[in-house]
């Protein structure tokens, strides 16, 4: 092979290598495969979170800052981001903006986010999402309702098959359940901009409130007396979801209209709330369908 050809060869593998490089990019921003985790030094393991206000949130992560950045709905009080990840966030000339940009190494983000925070160069200081009443949500045919469901990224997760599926809102409770943070946003990818979030003081008392609006609710449990896809009546659904780990509360199984079981036919009888969401979602929307 001639000293040209290795050059033209060089070239190629360059360039195809850098389109791979920005398939792979897209994707994880929006949430199709997973980011793999950076390596940092030793010596942040001693960082501590800082103090935030309570009106104060950090969102980081390139989609969900975007995503964060196009809600109308948010108030948004700085943008700290490298000179790179402005570029790849495509939002302007800073001098066009309506809120504060400072640009940053991505060592000053890490300082504040913590060693493993995936924040791809990009922070934004904002406040939370206005809170939601229930009322608001009576023209919805379906919600997911969140019974003391503590992991964030399985929050996040939730929030994605719930827009995806058109669900109104994510009910969870104001114990036992994330607040909004960056680790929820990230997890969710975007979603938490999308679809309300919202945190009652007590799930029982929020579930008849449903009723009276004149949703029927459905308690997913591996036991359930019948499965899911029978237990259907109306064209108003609310899905009800228990924790990781002990599932529905004693409380909410005596109050939801049934019990339900995802029907399994492998080894496997039980799921990953946030995998038994994402199925429970799509089986309450061909009924709805249905019922049209």
């Known amino acids: 092979m001639s000293k040209d050809d290795k050059e033209d060869k060089s070239t190629r593998d360059t360039h195809y290598a850098t389109l791979r490089r920005a398939v792979r990019d897209s994707k994880r921003e929006r949430g199709e495969i997973p980011t793999p985790p950076l390596k940092r030094p030793k010596s942040n393991k001693d960082w501590k979170p800082p103090q935030l206000q309570p009106e104060q949130v950090f969102l980081y992560g390139l989609h969900t800052v975007r995503a964060a950045l196009d809600n109308p709905e948010r108030k948004l009080i700085k943008l700290s981001v490298t000179q790179n990840a402005f570029a790849r966030l495509d939002i302007g000339e ?36 206005p ?23 399985n929050v996040g997760a939730i929030m994605r098959s719930a827009v995806a599926f058109g669900a109104g809102a994510v009910i969870t409770t104001q114990r036992h359940s994330p607040t909004e943070s960056g680790v929820l946003a990230k997890s969710a990818s975007g979603a938490l901009e999308l679809i309300p979030y919202i945190q009652v003081t007590n799930l029982a008392d929020a579930i008849e ?19 899911l896809e029978g237990t259907f009546a109306g064209g108003r659904i609310a899905l009800v979801l228990g924790s990781e780990g002990k599932g529905l509360r004693q409380k909410t199984r005596e109050t939801v209209n049934a019990l339900a079981r995802l029907d399994m036919p492998g080894a496997i009888k039980s799921l990953n709330v946030s995998n038994a969401a994402a199925i429970a979602l799509y089986a309450t929307q061909q009924h709805l369908a249905k019922a049209d």
């Open 94 to 129: 800073p001098e066009t903006l309506s809120f504060p940009i400072e640009f940053v190494s991505p060592q000053d983000i890490d300082r504040v986010l913590g060693p493993e925070a995936i924040h791809q160069g990009v922070m934004l200081e904002t406040r939370p999402l």
């Open 131 to 153: 809170m939601r009443r229930l009322e608001a949500l009576k023209a919805s045919p379906l919600l997911l309702v969140l019974d003391q469901v503590t992991d964030p990224h």
């Open 209 to 227: 409130e449903l009723h009276r609006l004149g949703f029927q609710t459905i308690g997913l449990d591996s036991e359930g007396p019948a499965p």
